[in-house]
């Protein structure tokens, strides 16, 4: 068994933590600008007479996340969803 010295292996954890720092950043980006996307997608969808929202569209993005991610995928999605187009009621 390979030990680490304890200055080691604060020095990994930072360097660890300071990459999900990054990720995390990414993540919040993102969300933010999926959420103004999706926004304007309904914005157009409305002014064009359609529907606020396509449940055929919105089961495909859950059946994605689940797919990938699982039960957990699940629930993402639908924090997702909620971001793009607010809550439903």
Do not use: C, H, K, Y
């Not at 914005?43 to 994605?64: F, H, K, N, P, Y």
């Amino acid at each position: 068994m390979i030990t680490m010295s304890t200055e080691s292996a604060a020095e990994q954890i930072s360097d660890l933590r300071n990459r999900i720092d990054e990720i995390d950043s990414q993540l919040i980006e993102l969300w933010r600008e999926r959420a103004a996307i999706s926004g304007e997608v309904g914005r157009v969808r409305i002014a064009s007479g359609g529907t606020r929202l396509v449940l055929e569209r919105e089961r495909q993005i859950v059946d994605r996340f689940r797919e990938a991610l699982g039960a957990d995928g699940v629930q993402l999605a639908l924090l997702i969803l909620r971001a793009g187009r607010g809550p439903l009621l």
